[in-house]
């Protein structure tokens, strides 16, 4: 041990003033980067963070303008549906002539897209879209009653028309709720 002690007395003063520099500076640097790498991470976070956040309302947002294309096509077809039965209550048309315009449009639409939309992104809207569906549901109802009637013999569409035209236009009134909806939505968004 002695030896150790007399050869580090050997060493000059400068040396060792040297040394002492050279340790403090490393230490410092290593301090530095360690806490530039700690903002540098910190910061990349961040920026992962509100990148993941434009993704998701470019998501929600490319989800709402197509919950409104086909909602809207549903929408439309389902007035389409509807209109040549109209002019069979009135008297213009006969059933089988209603059924080949249908058959011909070639235009179906399913509202399956619409439900798988609103029920991962946008359950909120799922109230207005069931009242579109059970006015729906309540003007095929009366398309039934008529085809019934129809069948019989009896042509005259006089009980139904009333009935009928008022459902068509609840039917509009809802479906442009339910737009409107969609609408605020995206406002909102």
């Known amino acids: 041990m002695e030896q150790i002690v007399e050869l580090l007395k050997l060493i000059p003063s400068s040396a060792w003033v040297a040394f002492s520099t050279a340790l403090l500076t490393s230490s410092l640097t290593i301090i530095g980067i360690r806490y530039n790498n700690k903002l540098i991470n910190e910061r990349l976070l ?35 549906h509807f209109l040549p039965y109209r002019q069979v209550m009135e008297g213009e048309l006969t059933f089988n002539q209603a059924l080949d315009l249908n058959i011909d449009s070639g235009y179906t639409h399913n509202p399956e897209r619409v439900h798988l939309i609103m029920d991962m992104y946008f359950p909120e809207l799922r109230d207005h879209f069931s009242s579109v569906e059970e006015v729906l549901e309540k003007t095929n109802e009366i398309l039934h009653g008529y085809k019934l009637q129809y069948k019989k013999g009896d042509f005259s569409g006089e009980k139904w028309l009333p009935q009928f035209q008022k459902s068509l236009e609840l039917l509009s009134e809802t479906a442009s709720n339910f737009e409107k909806n969609v609408q605020n939505i995206a406002k909102n968004t």
């Open 46 to 80: 961040i920026q992962l963070e509100h990148e993941r956040k434009l993704k998701r309302e470019e998501l929600v947002r490319d989800r709402l303008e197509e919950l409104y294309v086909e909602s809207r096509r549903y929408m439309n077809a389902v007035v389409t």
